[in-house]
């Protein structure tokens, strides 16, 4: 095993876990009577309303930081990552830090 399999590997358990246990989240809301989503938990996940999620605007701003994050992660696997495992390190804690930094930035409205 090399470690791109142990990072492959990884992401997918992670992936799972988190659906079994949204889930089991919605499972238990269900048989309880309680609604799936509410109010509360749109503001705890998005930061913003259920109308302000769904607005074409918020849903565009995404769909670009979505596509400028692939990209730079398609570049940085195929120009930096040969350059070896410290530069590859290196390249996506810089690239993260300035994805987190952009879609506070971006996201937002109050710009």
């Not at 998005?46 to 930081?65: D, K, M, P, Y």
Request: hydrophobic share 60%; with cysteine; charged share 15%.
């Amino acid at each position: 095993m090399n470690i791109g399999e142990l990072v492959v590997g990884y992401s997918i358990e992670a992936f799972w876990i988190g659906v079994i246990a949204l889930g089991i989240l919605l499972l238990i809301r269900a048989l309880t009577g309680k609604p799936a989503f509410t109010e509360k938990d749109w503001l705890a996940l998005c930061g913003h309303s259920r109308q302000e999620v769904f607005s074409r605007r918020i849903l565009l701003r995404f769909a670009a930081l979505w596509l400028i994050v692939v990209a730079a992660g398609l570049a940085i696997g195929q120009w930096i990552a040969p350059f070896g495992l410290w530069w590859l390190v290196g390249a996506l804690a810089s690239a993260a830090v300035a994805v987190v930094l952009v879609t506070r930035w971006w996201m937002t409205d109050d710009r």
